[in-house]
């Protein structure tokens, strides 16, 4: 296979992350309308496979990120590429983080300790994801402010992305907020944000793939 071809793949490879990770979103739905110490044992089976189509989805994120890093790193240089690139690592290292602790309760150990104990480990779970966020918003901004400094990309696609980046920082508002549209599990954490991200990098990609 050529070098350009290989080059289209990792490219491309952001459409499959994203693809991914919807999929497990929508099938991994629940703990939050019930006890999670019940969830974890009941819907064991979903939570192990959105674990995995998570994990799977991971490995071609950084597929993407490499290559949308040396995209964006040829024209401009080191600095706001690199804070794109340790933006996307701890992106990929929270959801890494926030999926294991929720594959490690379905494994068994919902099963095996006091409920209390399964409720703390799933707080944990839901509160990395909650700050996850403020790393989408670094990787996606400095993306964006990259195309949009270099003209690389189409600027739209930078401006795309510095609003995606705005909602990003509007997100870990779940952390005060207890219910409504902006608290934990409401349908701008859950939905329209995830949306946006997502759509912003399936974009990306289709664009990188055309340029490469």
Do not use: K
């Amino acid at each position: 296979m050529s070098s350009r071809r290989w080059e289209q793949l990792a490219a491309g490879s952001g459409v499959a992350f994203a693809l991914l990770a919807i999929v497990g979103m929508l099938i991994g739905g629940g703990a939050a309308d019930q006890d999670a110490a019940v969830y974890f044992v009941e819907s064991r089976g979903l939570v192990l496979v959105q674990g995995y189509l998570f994990g799977l989805g991971l490995i071609f994120f950084l597929l993407f990120l490499g290559a949308l890093h040396h995209r964006l790193r040829l024209p401009e240089g080191e600095a706001l590429s690199s804070a794109l690139f340790a933006g996307g690592i701890l992106f990929a290292g929270g959801l890494f983080v926030s999926g294991a602790l929720n594959t490690a309760l379905a494994a068994g150990i919902a099963e095996r300790v006091d409920p209390w104990i399964t409720r703390s480990l799933y707080a944990v779970s839901v509160r990395i994801v909650d700050l996850v966020p403020f790393w989408i918003a670094a990787f996606v901004g400095s993306a964006a402010i990259l195309i949009l400094r270099t003209r690389v990309l189409a600027p739209w696609i930078g401006w795309f992305g510095l609003a995606v980046s705005a909602g990003a920082l509007l997100a870990p508002a779940a952390i005060f907020v207890e219910g409504g549209v902006l608290g934990s599990g409401g349908p701008y954490a859950n939905f329209l944000f995830p949306a946006a991200v997502m759509a912003w990098i399936i974009t990306m990609s289709v664009m990188l793939v055309r340029r490469v």
